[in-house]
């Protein structure tokens, strides 16, 4: 609908009023931003905009998964955009710790906020908060075609109106014969602009909410809503503009083809295609992922930030969970046929995967820590020994830098204590789904951590409450002629055959099916044999083989180490 002149003419006046120093319009923005030419057709640019007001949640890697996924494989373009308007709220550090998870989770960007007050590309600035000028010229276009308006309400005013719609169970908003300023005349805004009195600039909606639209979301299909009637926000108080506005702003002239975000926000989807259309903008495609859900008794419940550690990135990083075992794992919740391609494709990572929207469950994604640890196993066990150590030190030389000086004392010691059942192994040990468990898994390995523990912690008694035969002085017995007898030159069948030979003289026995049968026969079987060595060398119940971490230990630790426990038994 055409305004009148003597309207139109009044709104670039209030326009002018309001934004005396604006001197662009929107068609020198687009000169400035122009389109992604470079691309070829069908290239998808996509973007994660998180906001610095806390710690880098879960959900941002669930998010820029699929962002980078889509854009990788489009050959498109994946940018961070930092949404830094709520400044009341925002957490010193913050920025860093969103890149930190990106970097270590191999999910950094192409184009965009690529660390604290650094940037590149051409459609920058990528932080909000420095786009200040950009939305100012989109807010006084909207001003001079009569679609903004400035609210002089008070935030008292607005509660009371708000309570009493509440009260009323009228649905609260700011629509309608409750939006006060919206009503007034153009005469009385330029009278009350021009007299100075404070006031936020609002949209001015042409919609009803007994209309519908609809849109089409590339996960979940056709969607009907009802039409927006809200006259939204545009720009606050301290003049940085409200989500609504600056991603309206934000995703036209950076040419973002695809918003992924959060089914929270389906919503707003309503305003912004409104906001789109006002701005004359074409809008973009609108995908939203479902929530990231975990188990809490019976029932299920969204990942929530003040509850559960797993919401923090960085409890995976300090944790030392391996990236690719996190997006593996990642992907199967995303992708419903992911987990049916990696079954046939084993040698192949999510990277090859070709990645469908949808294929987007609809109904929430059920984090399973125990899925995800298992998957983290399998990706530990493809590495050999040096890419084990190398990867261990990364993470210990900022999250246990004590562990990281005693590996780092020896490297070459220290990479054949990884290499056990890993290197040129038949079958790989798979006891590691992170790096903090490492020093746990290996401990027995490092005498200075070994001692330390055994001041407080001595297992061997343990074996007795396993099987009542197993009495201190059986177990002192085993140790005694069996370190006598241990020659760190045998084979390893040479090994085992002197070690059955001393069990079967002390009363063990060394066939597992005869024991099975008749256990009262025995003192015990050739495994509990072993365990007691086991125990006595490495103060653990399970371990790698212990032939091989004797052979590494070597007889001079392994005998002391069996004497020390003969001592104190």
Known sequence: MEMDKDYERKCYELAYLIFPDVDETVDDLEIKYPERNELKQGAMVTRIAPSPTGMAHTGTLYQAMVDKKLANQSEGVFYVRIEDTDQKREVEGAVEEIMKGLEYFNLMPEEGVIGKDKEKGYYGPYTQSQRKEIYRVCAKHLVEIGRAYPCFCTPEMLQKTHDAQVANKIVPGYYGVYAKC??????????????????????????????????????????????????????????????????????????????????????????????????????????????????????????????DKIAAVAYFIKSGYPAEGVNEYLMTILNSDYEMWKSKNKDKTYKDFEFKMNKMSSAGSLLDIPKLNDLCKEEVAKLNSQELLDRVLTWSKEYSKDFYDILNRDLEYSKKVFGIERDNATKIRKDIYKWEDVEETFRYFFDDIYAKELETNRIISTLTEDKATLTPEVMKNVLDKYSKEYNENDTKDEWFARMKEVAQNLGFCVNMKEYKANPENFVGSIADFSSIIRVAVTNKKNTPDIYEIMQLLGRGRTISRMEDTIAKL
């Not at 089409?216 to 940085?240: F, T």
């Not at 906001?275 to 990942?303: C, N, Q, W």
Request: charged share 30%.
């Open 182 to 307: 919206r009503n007034r005349s153009i005469d009385e805004a330029i009278e009350r602009v021009k007299n100075g009195e404070k006031f936020i600039l609002r949209f001015r909606s042409n919609g009803s909410h007994l209309n519908k639209i609809t849109f089409m979301d590339e996960a979940r299909g056709k969607i009907e809503m009802a039409e927006n009637d809200e006259d939204v926000v545009l720009i606050k108080s301290d003049g940085l503009p409200t989500y609504h506005f600056a991603h309206v702003c934000d995703d036209h002239f950076m040419h973002t083809t695809h918003v992924i975000r959060g089914e929270e926000w389906l919503p707003s989807v309503p305003k912004h295609i409104q906001l789109f259309e006002a701005m004359g903008f074409e809008a973009p495609h609108y995908v939203h992922t479902p929530s990231i859900l975990i188990k809490d008794g019976d029932s299920k419940r969204k990942l929530s930030k003040r509850k």
